[in-house]
């Protein structure tokens, strides 16, 4: 006969993130302890964590995982900063609702454009005209992204030929598309990050679909233009030396000073509410409830919105302020006309 276990503590009473970075993660006894490379150890509040963080120059052994397995703690293996998300394991305390309720608005047409909406308010602070599709919300943001590359090329005295990329061949491309893509790879892993330890898919959408990281691609343009880009450019125009590191770095430190990750978290979840509509959320989908957190068992779920992009930049950017990211928005469309993807 099976000992019984205690409990496993719910989401809302659990602290956020522990990050590990050069150290040993083993068990002692039924406690989780982490050893680092001076010898220190200290001991891990595993049941009380919600996500444990495996950054580079970590080892964690069999019995640590099984441990976290049991107590329903999320461990993700990333790379510096959480700047890649390379594995993950079970979505720990993540309650099943939230998931459900991303499939049950990325399902519904009416629901999915009402969301994608809000991306397109929070990204570029105006309402989008109406009777536009995805397909043209799409296209019209694609619009004003090659607008804002071509005005950070001029910033920054570069030759911009325009967005290319070759996955299959990296070395072909020119100094600052490497930069883009080194810098745009950073954001990526802290949004997906995010998505997995506030219990949703990476891969259900609302503006992209059909791929593994859809709605990692969703999360991560509403701060691209902002964090990334800027970035990028103003670094390939200092050197072309060790490039994509420096990039990497420059990223790494700053989403870590800013604390990016911990503030994504909670803000999707009202991000989402745009699907709702007036009548908001319902109290239970597939037979589970929405588990409600109280402030005072779990302030890193309260802050209410998903950060605005243009803050989070004057904080990262520090003594560069960037300009505004957005020029002036084109005439509106007639209700009939449509824009490339």
């Not at 989401?11 to 039924?30: M, Q, W």
């Not at 964690?60 to 461990?75: G, M, S, Y």
């Not at 990329?165 to 883009?180: E, F, G, H, K």
């Amino acid at each position: 006969m099976k000992p019984n276990k205690p409990p496993v503590m719910p989401l809302r009473n659990r602290i956020a993130v522990f990050s590990v970075e050069y150290g040993t993660v083993e068990v002692d006894g039924a406690a989780l302890v982490v050893t680092d490379r001076r010898g220190v150890r200290a001991q891990l509040p595993v049941g009380a964590s919600a996500v444990l963080m495996l950054e580079p120059g970590t080892t964690i052994t069999h019995a640590a995982v099984k441990l976290c397995a049991e107590n329903r703690t999320l461990v993700i293996w990333t790379g510096e900063g959480g700047v890649r998300l390379y594995s993950a394991g079970q979505e720990g305390a993540a309650h099943s609702y939230r998931l459900l309720r991303q499939a049950r608005l990325a399902l519904n047409p009416k629901s999915r454009l009402a969301v994608a909406r809000a991306m397109y308010r929070m990204r570029f602070l105006e309402e989008p005209p109406q009777k536009r599709s995805i397909e043209q919300l799409r296209g019209m943001e694609g619009a004003r992204v090659r607008a804002i590359y071509r005005r950070l090329a001029e910033e920054h005295g570069i030759d911009w030929q325009g967005r290319h990329y070759d996955r299959s061949d990296w070395s072909r491309q020119d100094p600052v598309n490497r930069a883009l893509s080194a810098a745009n790879a950073c954001l990526y892993g802290v949004c997906h990050a995010a998505i997995l330890i506030a219990g949703y898919s990476a891969a259900l959408g609302f503006i992209h679909t059909g791929y593994p990281l859809a709605f990692v691609h969703d999360l991560a343009d509403l701060y691209k233009m902002e964090l990334a880009a800027p970035a990028a450019f103003r670094l390939a125009a200092e050197s072309e030396h060790d490039l994509d590191r420096r990039v990497r770095h420059e990223l790494r430190d700053g989403f870590r000073r800013v604390k990016l990750l911990e503030r994504l978290i909670p803000g999707i979840e009202t991000l989402l509410d745009a699907g709702e509509g007036e009548q908001g959320a319902p109290e239970e989908l597939g037979g589970c409830r929405a588990e409600t957190a109280r402030p005072e068992d779990a302030p890193w779920q309260h802050r209410p919105r998903l950060p605005d992009a243009r803050a989070v930049a004057a904080e990262l950017h520090g003594d560069r302020p960037p300009k505004p990211a957005h020029p002036k928005p084109p005439p509106p469309l007639d209700a009939d006309d449509g824009l490339p993807f």
